[in-house]
């Protein structure tokens, strides 16, 4: 059974930052895209950033510059580095592993880590 667990989520003032983690186990990811989604109180869920398994990467307009997705295939692991952290950055903050070429609703889901970032 496949099994996502994040952690890494916490709160910090603006402009600090986070290292968010999500180790999968119950099967092999190497040629599965992972990725980072969020979702904020009364909004729907969005995009972050997603690694293939070729390390091309892909993230939101609002994260760019800031935010740096990276994945260790020896660990079944996704990273999300969060640096230069805004409020409206606050968020829970889902992995999501699918296989390539699936939408994301068809691959697996972590159990979600909250974000808080204060002004």
């Known amino acids: 059974q496949v099994k996502l667990v994040e952690s890494g989520g916490g709160s910090v003032q603006s402009g600090g930052s986070l290292r968010l983690s999500c180790a999968a186990s119950?099967?092999?990811?190497?040629?599965?895209?992972m990725g980072w989604y969020r979702q904020a109180p009364g909004a729907q869920r969005e995009l972050v950033a997603t690694i293939t398994s070729m390390l091309s990467t892909a993230y939101a307009e609002s994260v760019k510059g800031r935010f740096t997705i990276s994945r260790d295939n020896t660990r079944n692991t996704v990273y999300l580095q969060m640096n230069s952290l805004k409020p409206e950055d606050t968020a829970v903050y889902y992995c999501?592993?699918?296989?390539?070429?699936?939408?994301?609703?068809?691959?697996?889901w972590g159990q979600g880590t909250q974000v808080t970032v204060s002004s």
């Open positions: 999501n592993v699918v296989r390539v070429g699936d939408i994301p609703d068809s691959g697996y």
């Open positions: 119950g099967g092999v990811f190497n040629l599965y895209e």
